[in-house]
């Protein structure tokens, strides 16, 4: 197998690994390894923006109470303290590397969202702030002398050896396998895992590798069970789904049946502007009752063009004229909320593995995210992980072993209707609503698809096993609490209040 030494070793290149890379730039040689083209991941596809508590009205203590409230007695108190007092700084670094984001006058331009209790969300092209981000990130690494950036290259496993992570074994553009190693240490930043559900607003790359990854090498996972359905994707069946940003909903739009009830008053007293779990299971009921579900986004006239160029195009794409139409929506899978558990500094259970972004669990959703802090989060880490691993020695590479893995298999076919039943079977019985019948349900049905799946199958397998954590952490969690909802434990339990699920 061909193997290459450098210092560090960043997987994945959405806001985490770019910001990690550029982070880590001067200190050593990066080499980050990406599945896919380099845009291909969730971070480009970000709509409505990054928090940050720059605003007149606002404080770094008022966002810090936002994303408790939210986070429903789980969050950890220090990360969030970590995140929304680096928020600032975090705006300017990327506003130094490049990044437009909206102004008013002198000012950047702050929009609303859900569970915040003030403007505070930037963003970029009013409905592109990802792929404004991301761009300008690229760019940067790309002109850096002592990042290389590999596209088409899917990590397989990490390299364990004598109890740390050496490198990782990754299969090159034509399948090859090729053994990176890394004399600080690997920093994995794969992103979430979306693609488990049938219904799902994430890039086709989410295919949870990094969870799966870290949990054959005997890494703690923690809080696997909270995952977030956004209410608003666009009701037409794609993969993804494309979303319409919760920022329309900030900027006035509101939720009506085809009854032409605004029904989110019945729900919750933020109407339209609850807490996101709210707002998917209202709509989740009124499609139970036979409802289809709609935003009324008629009100912002020809403004909604404006703020949401994007959103509005994609929409018009489909017949549907947000300034004249309704617009049909679902919810769809959108984001976990667990994951590799780490520390302040992206370390996990496991020496000389770090992680950031969507893959790792820092603790500072708790069981809900509020809206715009996963971008944030994903670059505040970044900058910590870059921090603590340069000041790491150099550790020994000498007398690695032969390491090996499967041959890719090549039956595209098999793999497809392996991935869909996997999907499938996540929508129905791990889904919006829970039960302790459905997931068990759901855990048998995995085992009859685990029985059908090959060794060189790696993004099914992976799946498959990022599937089967979050089913069996949901069906432990006997409550009701953010993203995890139980209909046979409707409650939140005060026994469960910090209480985490790690395995
Ligand atoms: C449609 C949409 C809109 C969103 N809007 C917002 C928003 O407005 N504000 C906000 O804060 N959050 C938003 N989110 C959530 C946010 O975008 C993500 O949580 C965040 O971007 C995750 O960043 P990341 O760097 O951790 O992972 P990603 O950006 O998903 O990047 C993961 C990277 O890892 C690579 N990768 C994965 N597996 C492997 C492997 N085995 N080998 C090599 N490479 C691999 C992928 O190719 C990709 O490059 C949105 C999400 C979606 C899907």
């Given at each position: 197998m061909t193997r290459f030494v450098?210092?560090?070793?960043?997987?994945?290149?959405?806001?985490?690994?770019?910001?990690?890379?550029?982070?880590?730039?001067?200190?050593?040689?990066?080499?980050?390894?990406?599945?896919?083209?380099?845009?291909?991941?969730?971070?480009?596809?970000?709509?409505?923006?990054?928090?940050?508590?720059i605003g007149k009205d606002d404080s770094p203590e008022l966002h810090r109470q936002d994303t408790l409230r939210t986070g429903v007695e789980l969050c950890n108190p220090q990360s969030v303290a970590v995140m929304v007092e680096m928020a600032p700084q975090?705006?300017?670094?990327l506003s130094g590397w490049g990044t437009p984001f909206d102004q008013e006058g002198t000012h950047f331009a702050l929009g609303r969202e859900g569970s915040h209790s003030v403007s505070r969300i930037l963003h970029v092209r009013g409905d592109s702030t990802g792929a404004g981000i991301t761009a300008s990130l690229l760019k940067q690494v790309q002109a850096h002398d002592q990042i290389e950036l590999m596209t088409h290259t899917m990590v397989a496993d990490l390299i364990v050896h004598e109890g740390a992570c050496r490198g990782v074994i990754a299969l090159d553009y034509d399948h090859e396998p090729i053994a990176y190693f890394a004399r600080k240490g690997v920093v994995l930043a794969t992103?979430?895992?979306?693609?488990?559900?049938?219904?799902?607003?994430?890039?086709?790359?989410?295919?949870?590798?990094?969870?799966?990854?870290?949990y054959r090498a005997g890494v703690k996972l923690?809080?696997?069970e909270f995952v977030q359905f956004h209410p608003t994707a666009l009701a037409i069946e794609q993969?993804?789904?494309?979303?319409?940003?919760?920022a329309v909903r900030g900027e006035g739009a509101y939720l009506v049946n085809d009854r032409g009830e605004a029904f989110m008053e019945r729900y919750h007293s933020w109407k339209d502007l609850a807490p996101r779990?709210?707002?998917?299971r209202a709509i989740y009921t009124e499609m139970q009752a036979g409802r289809s579900v709609f935003l009324d986004a008629r009100a912002l006239g020809d403004r909604f063009e404006k703020r949401f160029p994007k959103i509005c195009r994609h929409a018009r794409n489909h017949g549907i004229d947000p300034e004249t139409n309704l617009i049909p929506v679902t919810p769809a899978a959108h984001f976990i909320m667990g994951g590799i558990q780490t520390d302040l500094h992206g370390q996990t259970s496991l020496p000389r593995l770090f992680a950031c972004g969507e893959v790792a669990c820092t603790g500072v959703h708790g069981a809900n995210r509020l809206a715009s802090n996963s971008l944030l989060e994903g670059a505040v880490f970044a900058q910590r992980v870059a921090k603590k691993l340069s000041s790491l020695a150099d550790q020994s590479l000498a007398e690695m072993p032969d390491f090996s893995i499967s041959a890719l298999c090549n039956d595209k076919q098999s793999q497809e209707k392996l991935k869909q039943s996997i999907r499938q079977i996540m929508w129905d019985y791990a889904g919006i609503v829970r039960t302790a019948e459905g997931l068990s349900k759901g855990l048998s049905l995995l085992e009859n698809v685990a029985e059908q799946v090959e060794d060189g199958m790696f993004e099914t397998k992976n799946m498959l096993m990022t599937a089967q954590i979050i089913m069996k952490a949901a069906l432990m969690r006997e409550e009701s609490r953010g993203g995890h909802y139980r209909r046979d434990f409707p409650?939140?339990?005060?026994?469960?209040?910090?209480?985490?699920?790690?395995?």
């Open positions: 450098t210092d560090y070793v960043v997987v994945g290149s959405g806001i985490a690994g770019l910001t990690t890379a550029l982070s880590l730039g001067e200190s050593g040689r990066v080499i980050v390894l990406t599945k896919s083209r380099e845009q291909e991941s969730n971070s480009y596809r970000a709509q409505g923006g990054i928090a940050a508590a975090t705006i300017q670094l992103g979430g895992c979306g693609q488990v559900y049938r219904y799902t607003t994430n890039d086709l790359v989410t295919t949870g590798d990094g969870f799966a990854m870290a923690m809080d696997m993969n993804p789904m494309f979303l319409v940003s919760e779990d709210v707002v998917s409650e939140t339990r005060l026994e469960w209040s910090n209480k985490h699920l790690v395995i």
